[in-house]
């Protein structure tokens, strides 16, 4: 007996050990969150967005890049390969507020390209303007927490988006901070910020390695305060030096540097999971993508199982890995939002799953920290980078191959690519379209309204004459094609989603989604279902449609 006492005993305290180490990590957690919240609430406002820009014929001139204001009276620090002493620069704030800058000095040394990469630049407005506080980066330590706010290029926002990662390494071998923020072109020059919230690095560069982001040493852009005021390109360190000084926070971070606040256990797994990975038939192949399951009881208390993917992924004869003789049929589609609802058959029902009836739908707050889920229940980490907002169709245009004369009525045709829809279906130069899916077509400005509804892979018909004929005929959209590019951006690994753009409603995290983790769940520190990861959009940024989209769509469909 006393054996068994002990056993109890044991798994008691077991028990406890367990339920006390979980609420310690689950506070650990709840504070890094509000350490980030802080600092993001001090260094937000500050973060620009920038583009040359033409003061006399009130126009853009150049691509988009990104910055940081430090002093009230405008002084914004960047990247020196993204400016040319003298030229004017439209800055976009956060908050709504524009302004014209000048840029200033920048060194920008030929015998060692893209370093030291420092640049500066002055708003010329009159104002006081939100800025952000310089920190030092002599007194870093690898390992400590830093964010990025910053505008990718690809993304074309108005509101930057928000990368969590560590300090890598303090200094590399070329002088450069490496960090763990992930950056893609467009966040050049953008601010790396410590957990205070004050500038300690700026965007540079990057590598294939999504951990391989190199951040100009803010003590560069102190040493050389002065002679940056100059508009001049500076071929190697200026002579003129200031002081960089004493970091004032250097005890206060020594002191902070070992507390787990900073350094939270992040799980890796769930005993309830609701993430399972579906196998369907391509024309290409076998194709796995995930699927989020969820639960409903009818009014006779009898439970049904679904799970929501991501349709373009999905192909025929949808199977679970895990679970070959379970039963699956599409049930519904929404091709507006990516969306795929298959009901499970059988009277046995799989484990885990989200209670629709149980769901309280989580807020989408930039800052806060998430997880989304794989299978097994195995949990991956990352930060909300966005609140919710619009993607607009671009690289998921539908694709006639075919061009009308501008501003011609009626409307004719003057470019064919002979290989494209248009082509193929025997569409030529000078012939005039009438009607679109039966909707008359009467100047060329009618056609492209109702040819973005539809999407690559759309059957569509066509109405079209010329001198002696009218002809009617169906054919198939085709996608854009997309440039080869060799950038390390575009090496990232597992690639980027096919369908990545064209929602009405998503958000941005920094998460590792791979493309065939689309269809997994996303959850906040709570356990709250906030949505479901519809796409790896680029580098930098996984997308995910909002719990409410998502329950609307299981709702209507069931």
Known sequence: MNSIY?????????????????????????????IVAQA????????????????????????????????ADGYILTAAHTTNPGTNYKVFFPDGKECIAIALGRIDNPKTPGMPDVGMMKITDQGVWPFAE??????????????????????????????????????????????????????????????????????????VGE????????????????ALQQEITYTDFPKLKDSVG????????????????????????????????LISTTPSGQQEVLGTLFNQLDQQGAKHQFLVTKLSMLGENPQLKLFPECKLAVVAKDKENDLALLAVKGANHLSGGIDLAKVAVGSVNMGKLIYHEKEA??????????????????????????????????????????ESPAGTAGIKVGDELVAFNGQKITKANDLVPVLIKHWPGDEVTLTWKNDTTTFTKSLVLAGVKKSASNHPA???????????????????????????????????????????????FSRTTSLALPAAVVLQFVKRSI
């Not at 002088?175 to 966040?187: A, N």
């Not at 002191?255 to 993430?275: I, V």
């Open 377 to 418: 229940g195995k949990l991956v980490a990352g930060v909300l980078g966005s609140e919710i907002f619009s993607l607009p169709k671009n690289t998921s245009r539908p694709y006639l191959g075919a061009m009308l004369k501008f501003n011609s009525q009626p409307a004719l045709f003057s470019l064919i690519n002979p």
């Open 211 to 226: 951990d391989q982001n190199f951040e100009i040493p803010v003590d560069l852009y102190r040493n050389y305060w002065t």
């Open 490 to 536: 575009e090496r990232i690994e597992g690639g980027k989603s096919e369908r990545r753009d064209g929602f009405e409603q998503v958000f941005a995290h920094d998460a590792n989604v791979k493309a065939y983790d689309c269809g997994s769940p996303v959850f906040d520190l709570e356990g709250k279902f906030l949505g479901l990861n519809i796409a790896r």
């Open 134 to 207: 310089m920190g030092y980066s002599h007194s870093l330590l690898a390992g400590e927490p830093c964010i990025s706010i910053a505008y990718p290029e690809s993304l074309d926002q108005k509101l930057p988006t928000l990368r969590l990662g560590r300090v890598a390494e303090v200094k590399n071998q070329y002088g450069f901070i490496r960090s763990t923020c992930k950056m893609e072109p467009g966040d050049s020059g953008g601010p790396l910020f410590d957990y205070h919230g004050r500038v300690i690095g700026l965007h540079s560069a990057i590598d």
């Open 246 to 277: 004493k970091d004032p926070l250097a005890a206060t971070l020594l002191q902070e540097r070992k507390q787990k606040k900073l350094h939270p256990n992040f799980s890796k797994h769930t005993s309830n999971s609701s993430c399972l990975t």
């Open 40 to 71: 993001i609430s001090k260094s937000y406002p500050a973060s620009v967005r920038m583009w040359s820009f033409d003061v006399k014929q009130n126009q853009r001139t150049g691509a988009q890049f990104s910055g940081v204001v430090v002093t």
């Open 6 to 34: 002990k056993k109890l005993a044991m798994l008691l305290l077991g028990s406890i050990l367990l339920t006390v180490n979980a609420y310690a990590q689950k506070k650990q957690l709840k504070q890094f969150e509000e």
